[in-house]
């Protein structure tokens, strides 16, 4: 589901959408993806760093393309 909701954001990017809720679908999907990913293998060590990409990854999309 996330690679679809990313491949999916990307298409309305390069057709012109660049708002937030593109953006957000570009920025968070990946983030998700390795979260779920940890948490489905039990792997709570790898919960952190997921969680800090996720929350920088988000900000520097905000930053760089909304503001």
Known sequence: ICVLVYYAAWLAYYQGAANAFVIGGLALPPCLAFLFYALS???????????????????????????
Do not use: D, K, M, Q
Request: net charge positive.
């Open 41 to 67: 293998r039990g792997n709570v060590p790898a919960l952190v760093p997921a969680c800090l990409f996720t929350v920088c990854h988000v900000i520097s999309a905000a930053y760089s393309f909304l503001f």
